[in-house]
């Protein structure tokens, strides 16, 4: 019987344990639960690093963790990481074989992310008796396209076509996923179609080369108007990188080659306003583009003379007066039926005569003349204007020259310029040289110095035409040089003094054929006193006169004489005067002759010619041949 009875407890002890492990399977919880968080998407950018988190959450405390990363290929997944407690193992022989690697907090980190890349990763985690799970993440990968390439039509585009023709072509390459082409004209976008039709239209085509990278080149078809001419057409590529980002880029601007028939023509002359020997340019400019035909003519007397031309400029050299009239040119375009284009202008080529002075020269006056007048006049094209200058000063602004009463300072040289305001640079000059003749005209100075002993030194200036002879009452012959100035001559002597105790006279005179004038002075030792410092002084009288003044002074001088001779003899009659030998007394002279320097000075500038005067110790006047030489040698420099 114990042996029937035994085996009912084993029965019943087999019962239990299948029930218990009934209840743990059918109630999972009473064990534990693994969950795992990846992200759903993950954008990465090629040949550069991107990281995939993940976080599991173990519902119960397990010892025993394992994770593992897989890369899906299709619907086959590939293990590429496993790591089970503290050993870890990258899988060999995969695409990711030294490209990955995970961290403590089981983040997936693939370097140098590829084309290839772009699929599901799986992270799987499991725990023992809590179990296991895992968690999808796509990976997308994003390439930016290289900068887009134009490339315009090699043939023009006529407006007159009545269907598009292709402008250009747009190339971007190696983009990923493949990116957008949009067209532009003049920074505005052009609202092109794929579908066909009569104004604008594109072609796109994709492509994607062994890499898996995209090129897309898209072709636009443009119906162009005229004003097109001048636009700037450009293509836009864009294009989305990771996070969202959109960007884009642009080609370069191009114009396209059109034609388009001719509807106006201008004729343009340069310069603007003509003189003679001025050299003539004519454009002919057409508003078209085509092929054209120009035709330079000149009408002359009702009669139209063409010219030699090629292309649409033409010039005429060195143009005079008798060229102005009507110049004008034809364009013929092939492209316009049955219509020639043709323009004209009044061209006036402008000019100056040459000058005339009135009274005809030479122009000799006498000082003191009185009312002298010269006109300066030049004929032109249009109204003239007249400046006479004088050593680059403006004398006169109008064609005459007056000279109420003529001096030696009117002497000089003249130039009359003849302008026409209107007209740039056209204008004409001629110079003349006014002589003034006369008796000479002195002014003398005086100063003393001490030098071995005091002296006086006496400068005279003289000026005249002709050319003054200069004499001085001395015993030595000074050497004076004199020299032409604003057409007289200006004669400058300087003489250096010893003064002594006698009283010293001294005239100096200058003669021409005209007359002569005499300066004359006294020097009087006796009442010079030298001071201490500086330089000596002298009692110095003088006077300047002319031949009639001379003769004035002669008489005077001998009424004096005759006076004191009677004064003289009345007191010796009367007895008040000795008389005999003893009151004789000798008369010693000091010669006043030594170191006398005679030199010229002349502060101006004058014409270069010197000339040393002869005879300056006599009386020789110059005579009229003379006059007229210098007058000869005078006009001889202006030339």
Known sequence: ??????????????????????????????????????????????????????VPEISTPSTMKYIQWFAMEKDTRQRIYFQDGESSTVDNATDYTGRIRVDK??????????????????????????????????????????????IPSATSISIMGTMPAEIASCRTRNGYPAPNITWYKDRMPLQATAMMN????????????????????????Y?????????????????????????MMESI???????????????????????????????????????????????????????????????VSRVKRVDSGVYGCRVLDFEVEDKEFNVNKTVTINYLDPIVLTPKGPYIFTEGDRNVNLYCDAKGSKPTSVVWTKHKTVVSSANELSLPVVTFDDSGNYSCKVTVPTVPNLARQKSISIIVKGPPQVNCTETTFHKNGPHMNLTCVFKGYPAPEVTCSVKEAPTIRHHRQNNYVVVVSELILPLTVEVLQLTCNGTNVHGSEAYNFIVNEGSMGVPTTGSPTADVTHNRSSGGVVIVVIIVCILLLAILGAVLYFLYKKGKIPCGRSGKQDITRTDAHDDIVVEVKNDQKVPEETVLLQGVNGEKKPSSDQERKEYADLRSEET
Do not use: W
């Open 253 to 315: 601007r191009i114009s396209i080659a059109i034609t388009y028939p001719t509807e106006n023509v201008e004729l343009l002359i340069q310069p603007s306003v003509l003189k003679e020997s001025d050299n003539m340019t004519m454009e002919c400019k057409s508003d078209g583009s085509s092929s054209v035909e120009y035709t330079f003519y000149k009408v002359l007397d009702g009669i139209e003379e063409t010219f030699d031309n090629n292309g649409n400029t033409m010039e």
């Open 223 to 247: 119906l162009p108007e005229k004003k097109d001419k001048d636009s700037k057409f450009y293509c836009e590529v864009s294009y989305r990188m990771p996070l969202g980002v959109h960007r």
């Open 1 to 54: 019987m114990s042996s029937a009875a035994t085996p009912e407890p084993a029965s019943v002890s087999g019962s239990l344990c299948l029930t218990l492990l009934t209840l743990t399977f059918a109630i999972p919880g009473i064990i534990g639960t693994v969950k795992v968080s990846t992200p759903p998407v993950v954008e990465a950018e090629m040949e550069k690093p991107i990281s995939i988190p993940c």
């Open 198 to 221: 009569d104004k604008i239209y594109m072609k796109s085509q994709a492509t994607q080369e062994p890499s898996g990278l995209y090129t897309i080149v898209s072709t636009l078809y």
């Open 105 to 150: 907090n089981y983040t997936l980190t693939i370097d140098h992310v590829k084309l290839g890349d772009e699929r599901t990763f799986l992270c799987q985690v499991g725990a023992g008796s809590a179990g296991s799970n895992e968690a999808p993440t796509e990976l997308k990968v994003y390439d930016a396209p290289e900068m887009p390439e134009i």
